[in-house]
């Protein structure tokens, strides 16, 4: 069984900045990637930024110049550094991780992320 904890969501004025991390935890399991996508109110959840295992990293255009992911292979985290952040990146942001085994794709419970004008 695979869990994921998320952290660092919260309340920021815009322009501000915020780090969120996300950890997995369980037994033997080995991950392909990870990433973190958000849902705002009353939208679809959509895909911000992913790493592979490698290194090799996507973000939403949206988000490119602001936002940069990264890993911590040895301690299975990954997080997402927030920077300029603008009201319109509102949202319960939800790490996921895409697991070669047991495979499939797991996700956080989610954290939200509120950015003030």
């Known amino acids: 069984q695979v869990q994921l904890v998320e952290s660092g969501g919260g309340l920021v004025q815009a322009g501000g900045s915020l780090q969120l991390s996300c950890a997995a935890s369980g037994s033997a399991f080995i991950i392909n990637d990870m990433g973190w996508y958000r849902q705002p109110p009353g939208k679809q959840r959509e895909r911000v930024a992913t790493i592979t295992r490698g290194g090799r990293t996507s973000y939403a255009d949206s988000v490119k110049g602001r936002f940069s992911i990264s890993s911590d292979n040895a301690k299975n985290t990954v997080y997402l550094q927030m920077n300029s952040l603008k009201p319109e990146d509102t949202a319960v942001y939800y790490c996921?991780?895409?697991?070669?085994?047991?495979?499939?794709?797991?996700w956080g419970q989610g954290t939200q992320v509120t950015v003030s004008s």
């Open positions: 996921k991780a895409r697991m070669v085994s047991p495979a499939g794709d797991y």
